[in-house]
């Protein structure tokens, strides 16, 4: 309201929301504490996080992060945690005189970098990513940041970028992925481009924990769970483990020579000359279908495929596969 009304409401005082108020008062974000156990809650429409949201959520973490707990959860939405960057911000921007959608993805994926940072070097406390909604894009990898990763078996990851016209990615995924699946793994998730259930994710690793049947089985058990990780008698070691596992990460290879790599490939896809993140972006704001299946759900199309086509047979099937 305030972007649509700017000049209306550049006259009006601005009144921050503490993060810690009643819960009952509707906000994106808010926090608490039960304990040694501190509470993150963002809710973002549709998961979607602008350059603002992002940058507001990592002010909250690090507001989190100085607080004298053992336990910090992030606890996203009931729909999604988190879906990446806002594609429809960075849309609208396309549309300004002033600016452009390359400049906007440029900041946006800055302030999701900046974010996943903050939760990374959370030194004094264990992170738990707590998944009550469903996960995709560079929002599956914000949650890789956290020390655990707990979901209910409703969720559904979508760990990969490059259904959005061959984004490459950014949040660190360079570092987090191979770490949880393998560097063999995370080129086929990355290639395969498939969502994963909750129990496939935890079976190839991707995810610590899937602790509950549904929604609210998970939202019941979650604070006995996080209780009990917050009270553990091994606390202190395994936050000495995590400390010195971060040194030695850093050692080898800086997390900033990671995401110095994952974005001058993102520039490429911004402001280089293959226009195809842009296309997709466009069409994905404006609700316009496939027009045929993608390759990658298709392989039977592939020359040598199990029921391969002739270049002709798939034209005439394009008109049919009209992607869902």
């Known amino acids: ?41 963002f809710d973002f429409y549709n998961g979607a996080m602008s350059t603002g949201q992002c940058q507001r959520l990592r002010e909250a973490v690090a507001f989190a992060k100085a607080r004298p707990t053992r336990v910090l959860v992030l606890l996203g939405g009931a729909d999604f945690f ?24 440029m900041r946006n994926i800055e302030a999701m970098d900046d974010l996943a940072l903050e939760i990374l070097t959370a030194g004094d406390q264990l992170t738990v990513s707590a998944l009550r ?10 949650a890789l940041a956290a020390d655990l990763v707990w979901a ?16 490459y990615g950014s949040e660190y995924w360079t570092y987090l992925l191979p770490q949880r699946v393998g560097a063999a793994g995370a080129a086929a998730i990355m290639r395969n481009r498939l969502p994963l259930s909750a129990n496939g994710a935890l079976e190839i690793g991707l995810i610590d924990a899937v602790c509950a ?16 990780l917050a009270l553990a008698g091994d606390f202190d070691e395994r936050l000495a483990a995590k400390r010195a596992r971060r040194e ?77």
């Open 152 to 167: 209910h078996e409703g969720v559904v990851l979508n760990p990969h970028y490059k259904n959005m016209g061959n984004l």
């Open 133 to 142: 909604g469903n996960v995709g894009a560079g929002g599956a990898f914000l």
């Open 248 to 324: 030695r990460d850093e050692a080898a290879k800086p997390l900033a020579a990671y995401r110095a790599e994952e974005l001058a490939r993102m520039r490429r896809n911004f402001y280089g000359f293959d226009p195809s993140y842009h296309v997709a972006r466009y069409h994905f704001v404006q609700k316009i279908p496939h027009a045929w299946t993608p390759r990658h759900l298709a392989p039977h199309r592939e020359p040598g495929g199990a029921h391969g086509t002739s270049a002709g047979a798939d034209s005439t099937n394009r008109k049919a596969d009209t992607a869902a």
């Open 82 to 105: 988190s879906n990446g960057i806002h594609l429809n911000r960075i849309e609208a921007s396309a549309q300004r005189p002033d600016d452009s959608a390359a400049d906007e993805s």
């Open 1 to 41: 309201m305030a972007e649509c009304f700017a000049a209306q409401c550049a006259a009006l005082p601005e009144l921050p929301a503490p993060l810690m108020r009643d819960p009952a008062e509707w906000d994106e974000l808010h926090y608490r504490e039960e304990g040694g156990v501190g509470w993150l809650t």
């Open 213 to 228: 049947e549904d929604a609210r089985a998970f939202a019941a058990m979650l604070p006995e769970r996080v209780a009990a």
